[in-house]
């Protein structure tokens, strides 16, 4: 797989601003992925808007998605 240098310093920019934006939350995922994430984890996400209700959606992990992560891991 090519990657363009131009898109790869782009994608790298933006990781190291979503990681100074969001220390917190960017310590957890770094935590999470290094712990391994299994075939059968249940991932939840809750999404609160200003002035609305929480919604919440969860995944139970697969295979593939484990792959997915593994290439894009690859990637940055």
Do not use: W
Not at 10 to 25: L, V
Not at 32 to 45: G, S, Y
């Amino acid at each position: 797989m090519n990657i363009n240098p131009s898109a790869f310093m782009k994608m790298a920019n933006a990781k190291n601003t979503f990681e100074a934006n969001h220390p917190k939350f960017a310590a957890f995922l770094n935590k999470m992925f290094k712990e391994k994430i299994t075939e059968d984890t249940i991932i939840e996400i809750t999404v609160t808007k200003p002035g609305e209700e929480p919604v919440t959606g969860n995944m139970k992990v697969k295979q593939s998605d484990l792959e997915l992560l593994t290439e894009l891991k690859g990637l940055l």
